[in-house]
């Protein structure tokens, strides 16, 4: 596709229960990020992936989250035994990650909803 | 590591009045810039990037940053905003290179008629 897509756009789920959402960057480019955004806050880094190099999970908030990627393409961020905190917008943005700095591409985000 | 201040959580302007978002970096390398908009419900696209030469960068819809590196600022600007500017605003840092990015966290930029 053309730019960075995310699904689902929505999700609403139950406290205690898991999720997964998926991010597809724009081929070619090494870089991925996910940020989450509480309403009316900031972008929080959660993880940030670079080629074949281990992922930098500094921002990873608990031991709920975890993501994975796929080479340099799909990636999937899950929380296990969702939290009415961890409602929020979880943004997946998408760069060349080449030398030299390169912008960042942002998804669309998801929605999630702990009800 | 890397970190970038917003001082500003929210700034009211009237319309056609000129505006200034301020963003302080620390970084104890060189480093690229960025500022980043998002419109209300929609995502965030990139407004300008300094990477190195000239230190004032021109982006999109009239904006403009300048790179201070002696006061590690980059701070953005616009002499007359608009209605449609109403917006929220994140600066960002990297090293560059394979190095991640570090957003602020943000400036709500809120232009009054």
């Known amino acids: 596709g053309a730019g960075v897509s995310q699904s689902p756009s929505n999700k609403v789920t139950e406290k205690g229960k898991d999720v997964e959402l998926r991010c597809d960057p724009i081929s070619g480019h090494t870089a991925l990020y996910w940020y989450r955004q509480r309403l009316g806050q900031g972008l929080e880094f959660l993880i940030y992936f670079q080629g074949n190099s281990a992922p930098d999970k500094s921002g990873l908030p608990s031991d709920r989250f975890s993501a994975e990627r796929t080479g340099e393409s799909v990636s999937t961020l899950t929380i296990q035994r969702t939290q009415q905190e961890d409602s929020a917008v979880y943004l997946c943005?998408?760069?060349?990650?080449?030398?030299?700095?390169?912008?960042?591409?942002f998804g669309p985000g998801t929605r999630l909803t702990v009800t | 590591a890397q970190s970038v201040t917003q001082l500003d959580s929210q700034v009211p302007v009237f319309e056609e009045a000129p505006v200034e978002l301020r963003c302080n970096y620390s970084s104890s390398v060189s480093v690229y810039l960025f500022w980043y908009v998002q419109y209300p419900n929609q995502g965030l696209q990139l407004l300008l990037k300094y990477l190195s030469g000239s230190t004032l960068v021109k982006g999109i819809n009239g904006f403009e940053a300048e790179f201070n590196k002696s006061q590690t600022s980059f701070h953005l600007r616009k002499p007359s905003v608009h209605i449609s500017d109403t917006a929220e605003y994140f600066c960002?840092?990297?090293?560059?290179?394979?190095?991640?990015?570090?957003f602020g966290t943000g400036t709500k930029l809120q232009v009054i008629p």
């Open positions: 960002a840092v990297s090293k560059g290179g394979y190095q991640k990015v570090t």
């Open positions: 943005a998408s760069s060349l990650g080449g030398q030299g700095a390169t912008e960042q591409y």
